[in-house]
């Protein structure tokens, strides 16, 4: 692997920078394999697992398993997940917000590694918005947030400028800014081919613009977690201290651990391969200046937009959960919305273009609810929900949507499960079942 004289004479002088050391890592150096755990599924993994010291939840894999044939990985128990971009975890507790009600925006967050990651340290009462500009991309969130069972986020599919229309309405934004890459050319080095300085310029004009409507939308007080996969100055000190210049944004410093690697910069914080176990990453916390005047965040909404309350549908309590949750019919679909955050969505609705909300149940018809794949993942689960549990080479099949030995198993809907894990529904008939598990989502290798 070659790296540009040009990319490697522009990071001479930044701290924790060394030359031949940096070249090491990518000539000589293999990336290595992270998950993070997701803490509400939880199951026993067959590989060897070392902490990230960084996170609670995060894990170096050792060998790299086949993640396509692992049950586990497709019933949501972990997100396979950059080390250095768990940092965020730090960042987060270390602002306090950790277990408050809170309103949060991850506004760039396909595929949905830190938007899965900040979900797992909301508290229950917090809403989640997690937004990609790119409609193409808004899929694979969308699955990505459905394995790890959320129900209090919505998913929504706008421009960053569309997000001042909520001013000083989230109280933590996380924003990934899409950047030239070359903190992942370890891992890709094809990315190596199309780093440019004139890339590197047009992606840090892009990340102001971005930054400045996050800002807007952010309320006093509130924190905001700028972070890239690159190394250039311009798309990270340098955002940084235009920033706090121009918007008279705070740094918000961060203690780590002397041992993890870490280098402290202006404004920031950077990683290096050959000092931490993880890929290229920088990070910084602006933390936006209080206001004497009090900010109205009321929500006013279309009152003509209704939700329907859960009672009208007493049959699904046989289903899901219906605890402090109400009801979203769109057409044959039902939705699943918690109570605390009806106006937040009927605000969004107006504002915004959300994609997807709380939990799709499935399809009413006659009475009677064909279920969602959404619904099996969701941890609004019904326990009375009739579940068949696979062994590892049944759950493989059912994953790759062949058919499964059913004999002797009750008719109608039930889960498959993997050591517990719920994986999709099956629909028993006479003698046979028909695998609902998503055809977009299958395994389409045989073996591995």
Known sequence: MSLPSSFLDSLAGLPGYDRALFEAAHTQAEPVTSIRINPTKRVDLSFSLEKVPWTSMGSYVFPRPSFTFDPNFHGGAYYVQEASSMLLEQVFIQTGLKNKAIRALDLCAAPGGKATHL??????????????????????????????????????????????????????????????????????????????????????????????????????????????????????????????????????????????????????????????????????????????????????????????????????????????????????????????????????QQVLNPVYAGVRLGKWLREKLIPDHALALSLRLSPSVNQLALDAEQAIAYLQRKEINVSGTTKGWVVASYQGLPLGWLNILSGRANNYYPKGLRILKDHL
């Open 119 to 348: 979900h797992s340290l909301l508290a229950p009462e917090s809403l989640l918005v997690a937004n990609e500009v790119i409609r193409s991309r808004t899929g694979l969130l969308r699955d990505n947030m459905i394995k790890w069972g959320t129900d209090n986020v919505v998913i929504t599919q706008n421009d960053p400028v569309q997000f001042e229309q909520l001013p000083s309405y989230f109280d933590w934004i996380t924003l990934d800014a899409p950047c030239s890459g070359s903190g992942l050319f370890r891992k890709d080095p094809e990315a190596i081919l199309s780093w440019t300085p004139g890339q590197v310029n047009h992606c840090a004009l892009r990340q102001q613009r971005i930054l400045q409507s996050a800002w807007k939308a952010l309320k006093p007080g509130g924190f905001l977690f700028y972070a890239t996969c690159s190394y250039s100055v311009a798309e990270n000190e340098s955002i940084a201290n235009w920033f706090i210049k121009e918007h008279q944004a705070i740094f918000q410093p961060i203690q780590l651990d002397s041992s993890w690697g870490i280098v402290e910069t202006e404004n920031g914080y950077r990683c290096w391969p050959h000092l931490v176990k993880g890929e290229g990453f920088f990070f910084t916390c602006l933390r936006k200046p209080q206001l004497d005047t009090v900010v109205d965040r009321n929500i006013r909404v279309d009152k003509s937009k209704r939700i329907k309350n859960s009672a009208s549908y007493p049959s699904l309590s046989a289903w899901v959960k219906l605890e402090e949750q109400d009801v979203l019919e769109i057409g044959e679909e039902l939705m699943l919305l918690p109570k605390l955050h009806q106006a937040d969505f009927q605000l969004i």
